[in-house]
C-alpha cells in the first residue's frame, strides 16, 4: 500500500533533521487536505529544550485561531510526548497520525482523554530510523524525553 | 507577608513583557535556590504559537539532563495550560508555584496525577495583571488558550 502523502512530508521532515545531524522526528500540520505547517526536531540543531518535531511544526504554522485548528490533522513520525501532546490538546487538534510508537510511547491515552482521535500507522521507516538513533546516541535521546 | 523572591522574579518577567505590549505572564526555573532560567509569554512579540511564558523559560536555561530537572522548581505568574504543563511531565519537574489560577485555569490536574507538587499563591498583582489584559484584549487571549 503507498504510503500516506502527508506521513510521507512528515518523514521527509525527520530525514532533512537527520541529514543536519540531527534527531530524526518530523511533524506536518494539514489542514483539509493541505500542508499549512512543517517541523522537525532541532534539538541538536538550536540547543533548544523545546524544539520538539511537533513544536516546531506549530511555531512554523504561525499563530492560528481555534477554528483553523478545529479543522487539522496533525502527523508525527514518532508517538508525540507529554509537551507535544499538550500542544496538541491546548489547540484542540482533533486527529494525530503516529508514524510510530515502537521505539517511544507518548502521551496517547492523555490524547484519547481529550477526545482525539490518534492512529498509529507503525511505518518501517520511521521505526528503523529512530531504532538506529537511538543505538548509536542513547545519551542525547534519553536527554530529548526527559530520562 | 513579604513576597517570594522567585515569584517576584516570575512577576519581573510578566511586567517585562506588559511592558512590551505583549501578554503578561511570566516564569523562572530554579535549581536548588538559584534562579537558572527565566521568560515570559512572547506571543506576541514574536508570532510564535508556542512561546507561552514556561515555555521560552524552559527553552532560556538550555538543554539540561533530567537530573538537574529533578532537583527544580518552576515558578509561573499563571496556572500552566496543557502545552506548559506537559513539557513540567516531560521532563518531570517536581514543583510548580503558580501565581493564580482565578483568570485561568490550566493542567493543574494533569501535573498532579504525575507526582508534582503544585502550589497556587493566588498573588493580587498576578490576578489584576491578567484581569486587565484580558478585559482589554480578549481575542489575543482566547488565541493564546486554544478558545
Known sequence: MAR???????????????AEGGIPI???????GKIIGRGHNCRVQT?????????????????????????????????????CSGAIVLYKIPRVVIG????????????RVHGIQVDV?????????????IRENPELWQEDIGV
Open 4 to 18: 500516506d502523502a502527508f506521513l510521507e512530508a512528515a518523514i521527509g521532515q525527520a530525514r532533512k533533521s537527520m
Open 26 to 32: 518530523g511533524s506536518v500540520l494539514v489542514q483539509e
Open 47 to 83: 540547543g533548544s529544550s523545546i524544539d520538539h518535531a511537533e513544536m516546531n511544526c506549530l511555531r512554523n504554522a504561525g499563530r492560528l485561531p481555534a477554528k483553523v485548528y478545529s479543522r487539522c490533522t496533525i502527523y508525527s513520525t514518532l508517538s508525540p510526548c507529554p509537551m
Open 100 to 111: 510510530e510508537n515502537r521505539t517511544f510511547a507518548g502521551a496517547e491515552d492523555y490524547l
Open 121 to 133: 500507522v507503525q511505518d518501517a521507516e520511521c521505526i528503523e530510523m529512530m531504532t538506529n538513533f
